[in-house]
């Protein structure tokens, strides 16, 4: 069974920096999409961003230039530096994963966003 676990949340400064990580467990596809996703109560989740097995990446608009998804493939981890953070950084962060393309299952620059396998999340919040 695909398990995804989220790490790495907690309580920074604004202008601070995080890094979350994801740990993949029994994703036997060879092809894949995998991203972060943000959540505040009572709103949206939103695509943050996003890789694909070829290393491909996609950004939403509100982390493009301050922010760095990756993924260890030796570790089966995924990760999200976020710099420069601000108070609309703060929810949750949830990492999922797709044997499809991104283009496919999050394509960039649409709201839409359909992944197989998700974590349960870790909370962020940013204090000023």
């Known amino acids: 069974v695909v398990r995804l676990q989220e790490s790495g949340g907690g309580s920074m400064q604004a202008g601070g920096s995080l890094t979350l990580s994801c740990k993949r467990f029994?994703?036997?596809?060879?092809?894949?999409?995998m991203g972060w996703f943000h959540e505040v109560p009572g709103q949206a989740r939103e695509r943050v961003a996003t890789i694909n097995d070829d290393g491909s990446t996609s950004y939403a608009d509100s982390v493009k230039g301050r922010s760095t998804i990756s993924f260890d493939n030796a570790a089966n981890i995924l990760y999200l530096r976020l710099n420069d953070l601000n108070l609309d950084d703060s929810g949750i962060y949830y990492c999922?994963?797709?044997?499809?393309?991104?283009?496919?299952?999050?394509?960039?620059?649409?709201?839409?966003?359909?992944?197989?396998?998700w974590g349960r999340g870790t909370s962020v919040t940013v204090r000023s």
């Open positions: 999922a994963a797709d044997p499809l393309h991104c283009t496919v299952v999050a394509p960039a620059g649409q709201k839409y966003f359909n992944l197989d396998f």
């Open positions: 029994d994703f036997t596809y060879a092809r894949w999409c």
